[in-house]
């Protein structure tokens, strides 16, 4: 076989196993999502299903098989996050100019764990390691707004004020966080220091878990000039497109534990 047949036939796998994402599929329906004859989507189902890539259901139809299991857990304990999503880090701040955090969840704080400086003259700086509150932080905030138990678990502690504009009653928090949640990300209009903000949205892991969560900050006046509504679908957007590159489907998680 010539090496541009060996590398179809090795793109034409990949898209099988995908196709099977959503749930199994028989060969004909296969054969429909690669554009191949069914002849050729069983042939290549039969293969992985010899390597245990692919298993054959009593209906006909084919699901991911064991092995991908074993190659998802592996993969889900070695992800490098700050690696894994640099390049979406790059995208916003390509597009913005502004300063981009990559920020996880540890206990009740948002922190930093990498950053891209702003291009402006005028900046809004926040280092590696830099800690917050997770309800003054559009980091913390989104983290909180896509997990309404672990915002009931936050709010069993009180909320501290760090300038006059922070959020610090609940059911005040709840509902900010109700509007987050449906709009898809999460907005900090000066609720850590003054006249800085920021807008931030989620990344998810493959098994459905908020892993880590990108966000733009910059100072106020830049905020109302790029458009809150623009700068937080543009956040969402690159953190959905990151959440499907690490295996997110969006209310069908593939996890690799069952």
């Keep these: 076989m010539s090496n541009d047949g060996g590398i179809a036939s090795v793109e034409r796998a990949l898209e099988l196993m995908e ?6 599929v028989g060969a004909t329906g296969l054969a429909t999502r690669l554009d191949v004859s069914k002849a050729t ?5 039969r293969t992985l299903q010899t390597k245990g890539y692919v298993v054959q259901l009593d209906d006909s139809r084919y699901t991911l098989g064991p092995r991908c299991l074993i190659l998802a857990a592996w993969a889900f304990g070695h992800i490098d996050i700050r690696r894994e999503l640099r390049w979406a880090e790059e995208e916003i701040h390509e597009r913005t100019g502004e300063t981009v955090l990559l920020s996880v969840l540890a206990d009740r704080s948002s ?21 917050w509150p997770a309800h003054t932080s559009s980091a ?11 915002l009931e678990t936050y709010l069993e502690e009180p909320l501290q004020a760090a300038t006059q504009h922070t959020v610090t009653d609940p059911d005040e928090l709840r509902r900010l966080l109700s509007q987050y949640r449906t709009a898809g990300y999460a907005v900090n209009r000066s609720f850590w ?25 910059m100072p106020e006046f830049r905020l109302e000039e790029a458009g809150v509504e623009e ?8 953190a959905g497109r990151a959440s499907e590159r690490l295996g997110y489907r969006g209310g069908k998680p593939v996890n690799p534990t069952v």
Excluded: N, Q, Y
């Design 41 to 45: 989507a069983f042939r290549i189902a």
């Design 231 to 238: 700068l937080g679908r543009l956040v969402m957007d690159v």
């Design 111 to 131: 922190v930093c764990v990498d950053s891209i400086p702003s291009k402006h003259s005028v900046v809004s700086i926040a280092s590696v390691g830099e800690v």
């Design 19 to 24: 196709a099977l994402l959503d749930g199994p």
């Design 193 to 217: 220091r003054d006249g800085v903000c920021a807008v931030g949205a989620v990344v998810h892991d493959a098994s459905g878990r908020a892993i880590a969560a990108l966000s733009a900050m």
């Design 140 to 150: 913390g905030l989104s983290f909180l707004a896509d997990d309404p138990t672990l």
